[in-house]
């Protein structure tokens, strides 16, 4: 079965970098990209991303595209997701997704909680 | 991109119907048919029930179902049940080649 699992709960201080891992599993790793979404405490949901697992590239969300980096690891077929400079409003659950480029975001991570608080 | 525009709030007795709008733009609800629905119950994460407007994956009960209208899309449950208490997002592929989600619905059976 497609499992996506997420790396642990994190805290970290204003201006530091964060780096959530998923790791995929229960299907050919290179035949899906994969998102990011976040959810701020009581908020809704936001986009923040998309990686090709097939090539690399990546389309991020205007609002966090200067501070975010996703990457792939084939081998593991792990994918991470890198926030720069974090402020108190990143504060939120993070998703990994299976998906993405038009196609439907599918399986989800069971979600990694980043805490930003000095 | 501004968030796909939902209602705050739909309330429903159990076996009853109830819809749920989303409404966007000729950018992306309007452009494309990919348009999604998830259900997110809380402290969980979402889960996909409505893919491609209308299609259903696996799983899923047919009570659910999802049209589009223009710039509009809706997700319909019939015959309401207790466990489809939950917030609902709906979801679209935009001209920019990202996703945008809708502000959410809380539903609630009475």
């Known amino acids: 079965q497609v499992q996506l699992v997420q790396s642990g709960a994190e805290v970290k201080k204003p201006g530091a970098s964060v780096k959530v891992s998923c790791k995929a599993s229960?299907?050919?790793?290179?035949?899906?990209?994969i998102s990011w979404v976040r959810q701020a405490p009581g908020q809704g949901l936001e986009w923040m991303g998309w990686?090709?697992?097939?090539?690399?590239?990546?389309n991020y969300a205007q609002t966090v595209q200067d501070r975010v980096t996703m990457t792939t690891a084939t081998s593991t077929t792990t994918v991470y997701m890198e926030l720069r400079s974090l402020r108190s409003d990143d504060t939120a659950m993070y998703f990994c997704v299976r998906g993405g480029y038009g196609g439907p975001l599918d399986y989800w991570g069971q979600g990694t909680l980043v805490t930003v608080s000095s | 991109q501004s968030a796909l525009t939902q209602p705050a709030s739909v309330s429903g007795s159990p076996g009853q119907s109830i819809t749920i709008s989303c409404t966007g733009t000729?950018?992306?609800?309007?452009?494309?048919?990919?348009v999604s629905w998830y259900q997110q119950h809380p402290g969980k994460a979402p889960k996909l029930m409505i893919y491609?407007?209308?299609n259903r994956p696996s799983g899923v009960p047919d009570r659910f179902s999802g049209s589009k209208s223009g710039n509009t899309a809706s997700l319909s449950i019939s015959g309401l049940q207790a466990e489809d208490e939950a917030d609902y997002y709906c979801s679209s592929y935009t001209s920019s080649s990202t996703y945008v989600f809708g502000t959410g619905t809380k539903v609630t059976v009475l």
């Open positions: 229960g299907y050919t790793f290179t035949d899906y990209g």
């Open positions: 000729s950018s992306d609800v309007g452009s494309y048919n990919f």
């Open positions: 491609e407007v209308s």
């Open positions: 990686i090709s697992v097939y090539n690399g590239n990546t």
